[in-house]
């Protein structure tokens, strides 16, 4: 993989396999009580067990001919995702059972997966490395900002940050993979097809997560446009999520681009000692 892979020596990723209270949610829009935020949320969290264990599947498929250090890194993101594919399915039984009917967006995803698995297993690598792309830079604003889950009631909070934490940790596994899957392609070939996977990936997870979002908002009985207006201004202006993170998923179609080029572990090791901090004795 050479010089396009700068994954630190010493990185260690380590499965946190909390189980999160799998409590009632009593507050419909858990997050600060905006409806906005909440379907947000909400609407990525549809997406994560099913998008979490196709990944999985993505990268299995090239394990057995990966370097052993690579081996070693794809199983241990294997039971990251496991675990996160597990507390968010538990997390959207929740939000079903507190009043929204998640069926229609599931329906949605069992779809376009199915489609997704009749291609090619390099093309579904080069999707999972975009994907992992933007839950990785999702996941540093997240914990840059961690006080806006300080009143996100229960530990429904907690199991953002973890998972946010994670995505972090494990950001360069599919990129890694995908250099060594392609290590005998020319490097313009090479950026071609990750650059077109990266748009292609990047519209239909936009277009994907506002139609769930609409769908979530049209369920509290909140159309028309005000309530567009609201979205948007939620996603690119305040607290713009996706302006947020729109320099670092520019830098994906760099020449040399590599996730470990920004080290971001001082989020990890905040997020770990503040962790153990919360449940060591005093």
């Known amino acids: 993989m050479g010089e396009d892979t700068p994954t630190p020596g010493d990185l260690a990723i380590k499965p946190r396999d909390r189980r999160f209270k799998r409590e009632e949610i009593r507050k419909k829009w858990w997050f600060n009580g905006d409806p906005v935020a909440t379907a947000w949320h909400n609407s990525l969290s549809v997406a994560f067990p099913r998008g979490e264990s196709f990944f999985i599947e993505s ?26 594919a597990r507390e968010h399915a538990a997390f959207n039984r929740t939000a079903n059972n507190s009043g929204y009917n998640l069926s229609g967006i599931e329906k949605r995803l069992e779809f376009q997966l199915a489609n997704a698995r009749q291609r090619p297993a390099i093309a579904n690598l080069a999707a999972t490395m975009a994907l992992e792309h ?33 995505e972090i940790e494990h950001k360069a596994v599919a990129y890694d993979t995908w250099l060594h899957a392609t290590r005998d392609w020319s490097r313009w070939k090479r950026w071609k097809i990750k650059s077109l996977l ?11 997560r506002l139609a769930d ?11 028309g446009f005000k309530w567009k207006l609201r979205v948007y201004a939620f996603l690119f202006w305040r607290p713009g999520m996706i302006k947020s993170i729109f320099p670092a998923w520019l830098s994906f ?9 920004i080290d971001d572990r001082h989020l990890i090791m905040k997020y770990d000692s503040e962790f153990a901090d919360a449940v060591m004795p005093g």
């Open 59 to 84: 990268l299995k498929v090239f394990r057995a001919d990966a370097p052993p250090k690579l081996e070693s890194e794809i199983r241990a993101f294997t039971a990251q995702e496991g675990n996160h």
């Open 134 to 166: 933007f839950t990785a830079i999702m996941a540093h604003q997240q914990l840059k900002q961690p006080d806006r889950f300080v009143n996100v009631p229960g530990e429904i909070g907690e199991l953002w940050l973890w998972h946010a934490a994670e």
């Open 198 to 208: 990266m748009l292609i990936v990047s519209r239909n997870f936009l277009e994907y």
């Open 213 to 223: 979002i609409y769908d979530l908002l049209e369920q509290d009985g909140l159309t």
């Open 253 to 261: 179609f760099r020449p040399g681009f590599h996730p470990w080029k």
